[in-house]
């Protein structure tokens, strides 16, 4: 059974960076040939897609959030990361990791709550 388990704080301060970890478990992150990602919704707003990395390990961003965000992985624990520069109150949300977005081996982690205050 593919899982996929979001980690990381709760809370950030504004200019502070966020940094969130997807451990994946029933699935390969370096052999099974998905997109891996991570979206998030804001309170009153629809999901965003911030951006994904391959099996391969090329990475693909939101244009929008491109300046800020980076995504990366550990191979020897099986996840992949996220990072968010210069965060500020927008960037409260629900963070969601997912596996293969709009796909047949579409797998979504049950998201986390990170907050931007000080």
């Known amino acids: 059974q593919v899982q996929l388990q979001e980690s990381g704080p709760g809370l950030v301060k504004p200019s502070q960076t966020l940094s969130l970890s997807c451990t994946v478990s029933?699935?390969?992150?370096?052999?099974?040939?998905?997109?891996w990602s991570w979206i998030r919704q804001s309170p009153g707003k629809g999901l965003e897609w911030m951006g994904a990395?391959?099996?391969?390990?090329?990475?693909y961003y939101n244009p929008s959030l491109k300046s800020r965000t980076s995504i990366s992985r550990d191979t020897s624990k099986n996840q992949f990361t996220l990072q968010l520069s210069s965060v500020t109150p927008e960037d409260t949300a629900v963070y969601y990791c997912?596996?293969?977005?709009?796909?047949?081996?579409?797998?979504w982690g049950q998201g986390t709550q990170v907050t931007v205050s000080s």
């Open positions: 997912a596996r293969d977005l709009g796909g047949r081996g579409n797998y």
């Open positions: 990395i391959s099996e391969s390990g090329g990475t």
């Open positions: 029933g699935a390969s992150i370096t052999t099974d040939y998905y997109y």
